[in-house]
């Protein structure tokens, strides 16, 4: 725990399918920040246990995550864990050790979380996949209506990345109470050498942050994460623009009537 504090821990805030892959080999090959995407042991082992047994996800981190994190630092470089679940349960255990880690709130528009999820049949509620590594409207701590069940795979898929902003929108207040610094930016940003400096900046605490232009190139230049996963076997075709447009305004209603 005191070499993980030494050397600064960096998570992100994000709903998955939104370039948390691309982030990782940024920060990794042109910050030289210790990166890596959903390192082991993987937080979704005991997702569904945290969900309905919170006190869990601090046994876990203590008896698992922390000593395989530590075990792998170099030096007091930063050590950044890049993944979609530490704000499904496991931020608040985190606090509560005494970590303060920096957060990235990566961001991406719901349409396009959504039908990214479908595409690789990643279903909150529904799809083993979506079982597996998401929240679902049945979990504790997130905001439904009781009638969920009869949205489509689709609208289930907008209304978690509508969930994902409220928990952004949330830790965006509460951490920095806590003493932790956070930095948003959306998915699109991290491609522009100009938009991605701020968090680079963030990041290391310098104002001069000098990156390999070509690297930077090359790396943003590369699909990271092709719609490919464990959920392709369920995936389904894609509504068009129209239904996009009346599923979402049905799952926004729903969730605006409960304020």
Known sequence: MKALRAAGLILTVTPGRSGTKLLTRLLAECLDIQAEHEAAPRLNFVLRTVQFAPIAARWWLVSEKIPAIASRLEGKRPYADIS??????????????GLRPSVILLTRPAREVAL?????????ARTV????????????GVVAPADWRAWSDYQLCYWYAREIERRQRHYSETLPKAGCRTFEIAMDE????ETFLPL???????????IDPERFAAIVAVNQNPREGVGQAEAADPPDEA???AAEADVDAALAALG
């Open 84 to 97: 979609h679940l530490y704000c499904k349960g496991f931020i608040e255990p985190l606090l509560d050790l």
């Open 116 to 124: 990214s999820m479908l595409a690789i049949g990643s279903v909150p």
């Open 129 to 140: 996949s979506g079982h597996l590594v998401l929240v679902g409207p049945d979990d504790p």
């Open 190 to 193: 991290l491609t522009g050498m």
């Open 200 to 210: 680079a900046r963030f990041l290391t605490r310098k104002r001069d942050v000098r």
């Open 243 to 245: 239904c996009c447009a």
